[in-house]
């Protein structure tokens, strides 16, 4: 089994401008998740959520190589030093293997990146309309991929969420409907 998540996007993004870090040491422009110590590289501030997925197929992390790109030091501004590219490879007592890369580029202002999840003849990757399995068992050469490639019945449901300061959009599972194939089941409940 293969994991692996890519995200290229800015610095500058995720931030989190409600929590009052230049009140207790942090940053002053609140931009906590730029600053290196306070969220503990990208890697572990927002990849934390594509490792909870590798952990669902996975299970039990068995070791991990990690390396980075530091920031230059005329690079940094309001306190944001994250590395320019940090990446991590895991692997997992199901013999399985992630990785993980993410940069985080000052004044790149479009994001980009994947998530798929490969096994022997099967996989699943998450795309605009939400996760797409490809499967085919069959004499190769295998048909087009058109016809192996089909939507596994969780669509993303869309919603505005609106603030004093701004609109953002938020993606949320819906949940799994009865008789679901189980691969596909997420191991929490769902909102």
Same mark, same amino acid.
């Given at each position: 089994?293969?994991?692996?998540?890519?995200?290229?996007?800015?610095?500058?993004?995720?931030?989190?401008?409600?929590?009052?870090?230049?009140?207790?040491?942090?940053?002053?422009?609140?931009?906590?998740?730029?600053?290196?110590?306070?969220?503990?590289?990208?890697?572990?501030?927002?990849?934390?959520?594509?490792?909870? *997925? +590798? *952990?669902?197929?996975?299970?039990?992390?068995?070791?991990?190589? /990690?390396?980075?790109?530091? *920031?230059?030091?005329?690079?940094?501004?309001?306190?944001?030093?994250?590395?320019?590219?940090?990446? /991590?490879?895991?692997?997992?007592?199901?013999?399985?293997?992630?990785?993980?890369?993410?940069?985080? &580029?000052? @004044?790149?202002?479009?994001?980009?990146?994947?998530?798929?999840?490969?096994?022997?003849?099967?996989?699943?990757?998450?795309?605009?309309?939400?996760?797409?399995?490809?499967?085919?068992?069959?004499?190769?050469?295998?048909?087009?991929?058109?016809?192996? @490639?089909?939507?596994?019945?969780?669509?993303?449901?869309?919603? @505005? &969420?609106?603030?004093? *300061?701004?609109?953002?959009?938020? @993606? +949320? +599972?819906?949940?799994?409907?009865?008789?679901?194939?189980?691969?596909?089941?997420?191991?929490?409940?769902?909102?």
């Amino acid at each position: 089994m293969l994991m692996s998540a890519t995200s290229h996007g800015t610095l500058e993004s995720h931030s989190v401008k409600h929590t009052h870090t230049e009140e207790t040491g942090g940053p002053a422009n609140r931009v906590w998740t730029a600053n290196m110590a306070w969220s503990g590289t990208v890697i572990v501030e927002a990849g934390i959520h594509p490792l909870d *997925r +590798f *952990r669902y197929w996975g299970g039990d992390i068995a070791w991990v190589q /990690a390396a980075y790109v530091p *920031r230059a030091a005329d690079d940094i501004e309001n306190g944001g030093d994250n590395p320019y590219v940090c990446s /991590a490879t895991f692997g997992f007592e199901n013999g399985g293997i992630a990785t993980l890369m993410y940069s985080k &580029l000052r @004044r790149v202002f479009h994001h980009d990146g994947h998530e798929i999840v490969l096994w022997d003849h099967d996989h699943i990757k998450w795309e605009s309309e939400g996760p797409v399995a490809y499967y085919y068992d069959g004499p190769y050469p295998p048909p087009m991929l058109r016809q192996i @490639r089909s939507g596994c019945g969780i669509p993303f449901r869309v919603q @505005r &969420l609106r603030s004093r *300061r701004r609109t953002s959009t938020r @993606r +949320f +599972f819906t949940p799994l409907p009865p008789g679901t194939d189980p691969r596909f089941a997420v191991p929490f409940p769902m909102p």
